[in-house]
């Protein structure tokens, strides 16, 4: 894999960590009541960063394999 492609594979590997830990954060009990109310509902929601993750894992996927 060209080194363009594999720096590409790890950020995006750290990004899956990033947003699956942000994701089991704001599933937890008690942290939607402690965020502000005039936060991005987007950006507060579990569900946006599971869609980021599948994305993310389609993209390594995809420069992985056109190598």
């Known amino acids: ?4 492609k594999q720096q ?7 990004e899956i960590k990033t947003y ?3 994701s089991l ?3 937890k009990k008690g942290v939607r009541e402690h965020l502000r109310a005039s936060a991005n509902k987007a950006l507060t929601s579990p569900s ?4 980021r993750m ?5 993209l390594v996927h ?3 394999k056109s190598d």
Do not use: G, I, Q
Request: charge should be positive; glycine fraction near 0%.
């Open 54 to 58: 599948k994305e993310a894992k389609k």
């Open 1 to 4: 894999m060209h080194d363009a």
């Open 25 to 27: 954060f704001l599933s």
């Open 20 to 22: 699956t830990a942000l």
């Open 62 to 64: 995809e420069l992985r």
């Open 48 to 51: 946006f960063y599971k869609e």
């Open 8 to 14: 590409a594979v790890r950020f995006l590997e750290k």
